[in-house]
């Protein structure tokens, strides 16, 4: 859950001074580090400790902290000029159009957010850790594990094997690996609850290299993963129609991940695909001649 949902849920949730606290944040999320703490304290009719203490109670060691990781959501969420909402896209009187447009502008905007937070000599790394895995094991929840066939299903058209781990058995797939392996955590939330994350720990201790696919709030999965690749994280965890822009941003990152990793070995990629995509088409035509 993204900060400024939690400090939402703070001020809908409690009424003491932490509600009254979090609701000056909130309206003057734009200009809040124009502010002292103890002019916030003064605002709010607490008292600096009082203020700290919000920020402790949010998980931070400091109102420092917590500012900092505050204005950098503030930025990201003013970043966009698309109007469209990514939870709700659509409205039910709509027209056909419409929709055509807000879906084409979900899109596009949830791939620019992915963009923005790339960091291109990680992006670099990862590829360069996959090349050289000896087993490449992704560890994905419904309905992210789908997402994550697709990018299964690219690497082995040009002879690469990567490995799903199956819900129940994930597990026992990370106790298998070890250092000169990989995995490839994709989780939108992050939290060691998901079926994902669970045996992160695990992994940790065989000294497995984690890359991890996940929303930009800072969480159990980024805090235990030497690398981050940040996804869209603009929809709310269930008030909405769909994971539309997740989707979109994860599907993007894979598809991204195997284009580096064919440009490695370009010609000899290209190659194989031809040759095997070729011996697979004469198969089907000979299947259906004997037909």
Known sequence: MNLIARIKGITEGTHDSKKTIGKFILDNQNEISSYTVEQIANQTFTSKAT?????????????????????????????????VDVNYPFKADDSVDEIVSHMKDLHMQSIEDTVGMLDFNTLKEVVKLLYGSQKIVIFAASPND????????????????????????????????????????????????????????????SKTPIIAITSR???????????????????????????????VSIIYLLNLLFSLYFQIDYDENKQYRLTSSSMLENNRVSNISEE
């Open 217 to 247: 709030d800072d969480n159990y999965l980024t805090q235990r993963s030497k690398y981050v690749l940040k996804i869209s994280s603009r929809e709310k965890m269930y008030t909405k129609i769909e994971n539309f822009a997740t989707e």
């Open 51 to 83: 203020v700290v203490r919000f920020a402790h109670f949010l998980g931070f060691n400091g109102w420092r902290e917590f500012l900092s990781q505050f204005n950098n959501e503030v930025l990201y969420l003013n970043r966009s000029t698309s109007e």
């Open 146 to 205: 789908y997402l994550a066939k697709t990018f299964q299903r690219k690497m082995l058209s040009i002879g690469k094997h990567v490995e799903l781990a199956i819900n129940g058995e994930m597990g026992l797939m990370a106790g298998s690996l070890g250092s000169h392996d990989c995995a490839l955590v994709i989780s939108y939330s992050g939290s060691k609850s998901s079926s994902a994350v669970q045996h992160i720990d695990l992994l940790k201790f």
